[in-house]
């Protein structure tokens, strides 16, 4: 989409745009920013509120993506980070480190929490809790890609369990 189109969806004239705006590439950052912070505060916050055991905020996380998959009455759109990174990831460096850094600050949120699972035994010892959220964060990913691509919530389900048993985790995914 070019910025006459974007302009044109929002209403508004190209030098009102390139006022907030003086390129392209910070029109795409800003849309980032805003992705993650949407992210944070309505996904990630919640799922990860330090009111229920760390593994279990997993299980809540999992749970909560598998509602907004079900809850999507037109087809189940992806993580937007993930969309974000598959569409202009190679594109722009700028724009690519602004997308791996959202991705560093998810992988952070898990790694503190698994973490905080091995303080308190949860997970054993020797967990090295920073891969491991690499992992999770990936099997995430993959779980959003595979989701936007089959709209299959069943499916969904059955692979975020899995994703959970990684965690000493099984059974059926917990309400969000």
Not at 35 to 48: H, S, V, Y
Not at 72 to 84: A, H, M, Q, T
Not at 105 to 124: C, R
């Amino acid at each position: 989409m070019g910025i006459a189109e974007i302009c044109a969806e929002a209403g508004v004239k190209k030098g009102s745009l390139y006022h907030f705006f003086p390129s392209k590439e910070d029109l795409v950052l800003a849309v980032i920013d805003a992705q993650l912070e949407a992210m944070q505060t309505d996904e990630i916050g919640p799922a990860f509120k330090n009111d229920i055991p760390p593994l279990a905020r997993f299980g809540r996380f999992f749970a909560g993506g598998m509602e907004r998959m079900a809850g999507s009455p037109d087809g189940y759109i992806g993580c937007p980070i993930g969309n974000l990174i598959g569409e202009l990831g190679a594109q722009d460096p700028v724009v690519r480190e602004r997308l791996a850094a959202c991705l560093y600050e998810i992988e952070a949120v898990f790694a503190a929490t698994l973490a905080e699972a091995v303080e308190v035994g949860e997970l054993p010892p020797a967990t090295d809790s920073a891969a491991l959220a690499g992992t999770l964060l990936a099997l995430v990913q993959g779980i959003a890609l595979m989701g936007k691509a089959t709209n299959d919530p069943a499916r969904m389900e059955a692979i975020g369990r899995q994703a959970l048993g990684l965690l000493g985790m099984a059974g059926a995914l917990p309400s969000a």
